[in-house]
Structure formats: C-alpha cells, structure tokens
C-alpha cells in the first residue's frame, strides 16, 4: 500500500456547483425579483364592522371629486384623513383643497 502524508479531502454533502449557464439564470431571476421589490406597492385595505375599503380606490374617489370642480387643476399631493364610523373619508389636497367622500 501507498500512504502518503497528504490529508484526504472529504467531499462534503450539499448542493453540486453550478455551471455558468445556471449561474447566470439565476442572476437574471435574482435582478428580476429585485426590480420587483424596488417597484413595491403596497396594498392598504381599512376593514372596519364587516366592511372593507380599499385606500387606492378611495383615493381615485378623492381625485375625481376633487376634479369636479378643478377640472385642470394637478394633484400633487393627497392626505386622506378615514373615519371609520361616519363610513367617511376626509381629504386635502395641494394643501388647500378640502372635500369629504362616503364610502
């Protein structure tokens, strides 16, 4: 028998080494999900006594109100102000434009 002092390597369980090829699918899907979460946008639903408001669709309701009686008028910044109990939303717009929609 042939010993030699050199240690001997043992191979160690796991997952195989990818090939290029994978490697790089797999860069593509990690930048792909990455994008994705750059781009997140979160969904707010008010539920409150059995009903649910989705806070999107009622600020599109708060615009188009807004826009019935300032028709060219941008909206450049939206705060909604949500009283459950009253079934009400509140909101102010450009910072000066007050309204109220039911929901």
Do not use: C, S, W
């Not at 042939?2 to 290029?20: L, V, W």
């Not at 109990?85 to 007050?98: L, P, Q, R």
């Amino acid at each position: 028998m042939n010993k030699t002092n050199e240690p001997k390597i043992k191979a160690r369980p796991g997952r195989k080494p990818m090939t290029p090829e994978e490697k790089e699918a797999a860069a593509k899907l990690r930048a792909a999900e990455k994008g994705k979460a750059d781009n997140l946008k979160v969904e707010f639903v008010l539920q409150y006594q059995g009903a649910e408001v989705d806070m999107e669709a009622l600020a599109e309701k708060a615009k188009a109100d807004f826009h019935t009686t300032k028709k060219r008028k941008l909206v450049t910044e939206l705060k909604l102000y949500i009283k459950p109990e009253e079934h009400t939303a509140y909101y102010v717009i450009n910072g000066n434009h007050e309204g109220k929609i039911p929901f």
